[in-house]
């Protein structure tokens, strides 16, 4: 009873890889287009996306991530640092992190689960995006 059987650990790791890994792979994304900003321009140093990690603190840190890479992307292209015009995932980010804060609201969170995916898919292709637009020098 108190053992952990193959079966045990077989569901620990598909649980880890649906849930977890996909975050760090988000994640990887959302550094790599912190990183891809200007320094001066850059409002948050890079390796801060990593708090996402903290469980129920990632419910608020999302809203400052979303702000900050597209605050971030809005000095690049002022400065035409940028190939093409891109709002770094802001409309869809946002919405994102409204259906995660939905997720906690007791008859409200599986109602949101579904879009909260869809958007979540939708600003990590936008946050790729983005990163693809800014002219290397």
């Not at 979540?120 to 936008?126: A, E, G, M, N, T």
Request: one cysteine or more.
């Amino acid at each position: 009873m108190g053992s952990f059987s193959v079966w045990h650990w077989l569901v620990a790791l598909v649980l880890i890889g649906v849930f977890i890994l996909p975050n760090i792979f988000y994640i990887l994304s959302m550094q790599k287009a912190l990183a891809a900003i200007d320094q001066d321009k850059r409002p948050i140093a890079p390796g801060l996306a990593w708090l996402y990690l903290i469980p129920i603190f990632n419910i608020v840190w999302i809203y400052f991530l979303v702000v900050y890479i597209s605050r971030g992307y809005a000095r690049m292209g002022e400065a035409g640092r940028l190939s093409r015009p891109t709002a770094g995932g802001f409309g869809v980010g946002l919405a994102f992190a409204i259906c995660l804060s939905l997720t906690l609201v007791p008859g409200l969170n599986l109602l949101a689960i579904i879009p909260m995916i869809v958007l979540w898919i939708l600003h990590w292709v936008q946050v790729h995006s983005a990163q693809q637009a800014v002219i290397r020098t």
